[in-house]
């Protein structure tokens, strides 16, 4: 594996309390549609351009978003969250073995379903191995990002990152359709772990046209917004989104994720 020097995941490498002086989990979630993946991948490159060592976790394994990030030749060695879930215990020797390693990018890896996998490939879990690896990945690296899925009720692995995370990005469109689909989820999360202070509200896909009063209307206040770009969707559709966004459009969209990554990572 193609480990960077000093990096907590080289072989033999040691964490010191600096590695986790700033950082944590941070669960990515929000209605169909409105970007989370997306947000997910941009934040963990963000983090890994600046030397810091990150994992990204899909959790999607219905349809597994590997395929939707980088071209098979970017990836080094490709693995399965679906082989660690599957363990009766999760250690960290499991997860570390179950990373995907890519070729250009030492300091992100990542933890997901591969292509052509479901969630009936491998036994089913329970949120007992689904705590116990939030617990390791906070042994591995300092930075976590967890891109949940959109419903809970049957996301085993989604629902308990939102409880455990330290922080949550809370994405939604500026429709009536975001709107209704969080008063409808939101009540699945009624529980003395779920924290709204740890939540920050990020409108996302927001058009030219939508004034801060529609989003304040539709939404509430909101901590961070995410503009739609053209370019970003051409990534997302040709499975590029490891890429760089040059474009003009997407400059309003890279200066979001630096601010998410300054307030949430300190960096």
Same mark, same amino acid.
């Given at each position: 594996?193609?480990?960077?020097?000093?990096?907590?995941?080289?072989?033999?490498?040691?964490?010191?309390? #600096?590695?986790?002086?700033?950082?944590?989990?941070? &669960?990515?979630?929000? %209605?169909?549609?409105?970007?989370?993946?997306? *947000? !997910?991948?941009?934040?963990?490159?963000?983090?890994?351009?600046?030397?810091?060592?990150?994992?990204?976790?899909?959790?999607?394994? +219905?349809?597994?978003?590997?395929?939707?990030?980088?071209?098979? !030749?970017?990836?080094?060695?490709?693995?399965?969250?679906? %082989?660690?879930?599957?363990?009766?215990?999760?250690?960290?020797? @499991?997860?570390?073995? +179950? /990373?995907?390693?890519?070729?250009?990018?030492?300091?992100?890896?990542? @933890?997901?379903?591969?292509?052509?996998?479901?969630?009936?490939?491998?036994?089913?879990?329970? #949120?007992?191995?689904?705590?116990?690896?939030? &617990?390791?990945?906070?042994?591995?690296?300092?930075?976590?990002?967890?891109?949940?899925?959109?419903?809970?009720?049957?996301?085993? @692995?989604?629902?308990? *990152?939102?409880?455990?995370?330290?922080?949550?990005?809370?994405?939604?469109?500026?429709?009536?359709?975001?709107?209704?689909?969080?008063? %409808?989820?939101?009540?699945? @999360?009624?529980?003395?772990?779920?924290?709204?202070?740890?939540?920050?509200?990020?409108?996302?896909?927001?058009?030219?046209?939508?004034?801060?009063? =529609?989003? &304040?209307?539709?939404?509430?206040?909101?901590?961070?917004?995410?503009?739609?770009?053209?370019?970003?969707? =051409?990534?997302?559709? *040709?499975?590029? /989104?490891?890429? #760089?966004?040059?474009?003009? #459009?997407?400059?309003?969209?890279?200066?979001?994720?630096?601010?998410?990554?300054?307030?949430?990572?300190?960096?």
């Amino acid at each position: 594996m193609n480990f960077k020097k000093q990096s907590i995941f080289m072989r033999g490498g040691t964490v010191t309390e #600096d590695d986790y002086e700033d950082g944590g989990i941070l &669960a990515v979630w929000g %209605s169909p549609g409105s970007g989370k993946t997306i *947000a !997910s991948v941009k934040l963990a490159k963000y983090l890994a351009s600046k030397k810091q060592n990150t994992v990204l976790v899909l959790c999607d394994m +219905n349809a597994p978003m590997l395929p939707c990030i980088c071209p098979a !030749s970017e990836i080094e060695s490709e693995h399965s969250l679906g %082989s660690v879930l599957a363990a009766t215990h999760v250690s960290g020797a @499991l997860i570390k073995h +179950n /990373l995907t390693t890519l070729k250009r990018n030492n300091y992100l890896t990542i @933890l997901a379903m591969k292509k052509g996998e479901n969630e009936y490939t491998y036994p089913p879990f329970t #949120d007992v191995q689904a705590k116990e690896l939030m &617990a390791e990945l906070r042994e591995i690296a300092p930075n976590i990002i967890v891109d949940c899925g959109s419903y809970l009720a049957n996301d085993i @692995l989604s629902a308990v *990152a939102l409880m455990e995370a330290d922080y949550v990005l809370r994405l939604s469109n500026v429709d009536l359709k975001s709107v209704s689909y969080f008063s %409808s989820q939101l009540t699945l @999360l009624r529980d003395k772990k779920w924290d709204s202070d740890k939540q920050y509200k990020v409108a996302s896909n927001v058009k030219p046209n939508q004034a801060k009063e =529609q989003i &304040a209307g539709a939404i509430g206040s909101v901590a961070f917004t995410l503009p739609y770009s053209s370019e970003l969707e =051409q990534q997302y559709l *040709a499975g590029t /989104l490891l890429g #760089d966004l040059q474009m003009r #459009d997407s400059r309003a969209y890279r200066k979001g994720i630096e601010r998410i990554a300054k307030e949430v990572f300190g960096c």
